[in-house]
Nanobody
């Protein structure tokens, strides 16, 4: 069974940086596309960024394009989200997700809180 565990969240001032990590266990990491989503109270979970396992292509939400970078280390079974120039509106719980090709996002972590103060 796939398990995802996020870490790296915290409190940061606007303009600062954080790096989130997500470790996948239970299956072969290289098999999975990986992504980050985020959610604030009263709102639906929204897409932040994804990274393909087949061609390493990336996709970003327009709101984070140019500020966030998703990457993976297959040797460490880990996907990262480097977040720079953080804004108060980036405050959310950030979730890691995984899926095999041609499936929906099927595995989720428990989330890590990111709070950006103004």
């Amino acid at each position: 069974q796939v398990q995802l565990v996020e870490s790296g969240g915290g409190l940061v001032q606007a303009g600062g940086s954080l790096r989130l990590s997500c470790v996948l266990s239970g299956r072969t990491f290289r098999t999975y596309h990986m992504a980050w989503f985020r959610q604030t109270p009263g709102k639906e979970r929204s897409f932040v960024a994804s990274l393909s396992t087949t061609d390493e292509s990336t996709l970003y939400n327009e709101a984070v394009q140019g500020r966030f970078t998703i990457s993976r280390d297959n040797a460490k079974n880990t996907v990262y989200l480097q977040m720079n120039s953080l804004k108060p509106e980036d405050t959310a719980i950030y979730y890691c997700a995984a899926r095999i090709p041609d499936r929906n996002w099927q595995y989720w972590g428990r989330g890590t809180q990111v709070t950006v103060s103004s």
